[in-house]
């Protein structure tokens, strides 16, 4: 592997740009179209970023730290990734207004964390990306709760407590694609997430303009298979990739310019959505892996079992080829397409050129307050054992067209 192109500044783009097949920020015109009235919003306010030291978070971090905001405070359990954040921003080159800009690592569902909201003095707007995103969080029934437990449970208490203060101009709670008819527990997680900020039924006295969005793949992003890709070749390790199989995808950059746009220029109960065409924006990933291998000088070798690729590496790499492992879709939880738009759901204009608006589309009055308290018996009621199949049976109550794909086959039983 080329050295210098670890080095250099610019492979970020680069790598991002083998993804996605653009060369430019697809939402540059919409965030010009839109500095003025984010600047009027934002300028002299105090923000807080939750979960805001992972992938999503920090990028969009970076976009809030162009405005000279009040105070840019930044929350998360992750300690290691806040100090890399920190040095990020003040040692870069970039204006960013950095005057009254913390990191505090709390747990946002703790009591640590209501208490921190209690005695600070309240914040214009909130912005929420602590949630588990994964599909293989759904591997076993402990994963189900645990991931129930942050993306449904804590993000109550939050607003609960965000209400005790007296509310937030604006809250925003990033979705995920995989929330619009959702084919596993996590994306059905988080539809039940956009159920529970914008019903109203857990902080009905939440006086706040209440926005999310659901995107692509973010290219490279902290836990992706792109970037699995990169620390399997810093590793050494054969990559891997499901054959067949297409994905849209936007930079680290693009991802933190929506989530933007979505907090502070996107109606109440609304959900921001990229205006994405399967026949033209879709990519694949064998592809992106091969291009990937190029990139770093080697010539991908196709293989068609995890033995053949372990054993083929060393040889590979001495005559500057590396094995790529094709995989077939198969595993839990994964849908073959990619899309946006659930069910039922409505999509509106709200004067952007690269992307839409969802309108929420509500429950049964009461359903979400009912589901907590049942999500909540589930993960604290240990004398009573709970099966997954339980857990969606109980989603699919309140989220209809959740439709679980499960083969029994997971990720972590593959290499």
């Not at 008819?181 to 997680?189: D, K, R, T, V, Y």
Request: aromatic share 8%.
């Amino acid at each position: 592997m080329s050295l210098a192109k670890w080095i250099n500044k610019s492979y970020v783009d680069d790598l991002a740009s083998l993804a996605t097949e653009r060369g430019y920020d697809l939402f540059a015109e919409d965030i010009e179209d839109h500095r003025s009235a984010i600047a009027d919003s934002i300028n002299g306010k105090r923000v807080l970023v939750i979960g805001g030291a992972g992938s999503i978070g920090s990028a969009t971090v970076r976009e809030i730290a162009r405005f000279a905001t009040a105070a840019l405070h930044v929350v998360d359990q992750n300690e290691n990734s806040l100090a890399e954040l920190v040095r990020d921003l003040r040692s870069s080159n970039e204006n960013f207004y950095l005057s009254n800009f913390k990191t505090i690592p709390l747990d946002f569902g703790s009591f640590i964390m209501r208490r921190y909201l209690n005695e600070k003095q309240r914040y214009d707007y909130v912005l929420n990306f602590a949630a588990f995103k994964h599909v293989r969080s759904e591997k076993d029934i402990y994963s189900v709760l645990q991931m129930l437990d942050t993306n449904i449970l804590k993000l109550a208490r939050l607003l609960k407590w965000l209400e005790e203060k007296g509310g937030t101009q604006r809250y925003f709670c990033v979705s995920t694609d995989k929330a619009a008819n959702p084919a596993n527990l996590m994306g059905a997680s988080k539809r039940l997430m956009e159920h529970v900020i914008f019903s109203g039924e857990i902080a009905n006295k939440l006086q706040a303009n209440i926005t999310s969005a659901r995107f692509a793949n973010v290219a490279f992003s902290d836990g992706s298979l792109l970037y699995s890709w990169l620390r399997r070749l810093e590793k050494r390790q054969p990559l891997s990739v499901p054959k067949d199989t297409k994905r849209f995808f936007i930079s680290l950059h693009e991802a933190g310019q929506i989530c933007l746009l979505a907090s502070f220029c996107t109606p109440h109960r609304n959900l921001l959505i990229p205006r994405f065409m399967p026949d033209k924006d879709l990519r694949n990933l064998q592809s992106i892996a091969e291009k990937l291998l190029y990139y770093f000088d080697y010539k991908p070798h196709l293989c068609s079992s995890e033995t053949e690729a372990k054993n083929s590496l060393e040889a590979d790499v001495a005559n500057g080829r590396y094995p790529l492992l094709l995989t077939p879709l198969d595993t839990s939880g994964e849908k073959s397409l990619e899309e946006f738009i659930g069910k039922n759901e409505t999509v509106i204009e709200i004067g952007m050129k690269n992307l839409q608006a969802i309108e929420y589309l509500p429950t049964k009055r009461g359903a979400v307050r009912d589901l907590i308290t049942r999500i909540e018996e589930c993960v604290a009621n240990t004398d009573k054992p709970i099966a997954k199949e339980e857990v969606v049976h109980l989603i699919s109550k309140i989220v209809p067209e959740f439709t679980h794909i499960d083969s029994h086959k997971e990720l972590d039983a593959r290499m």
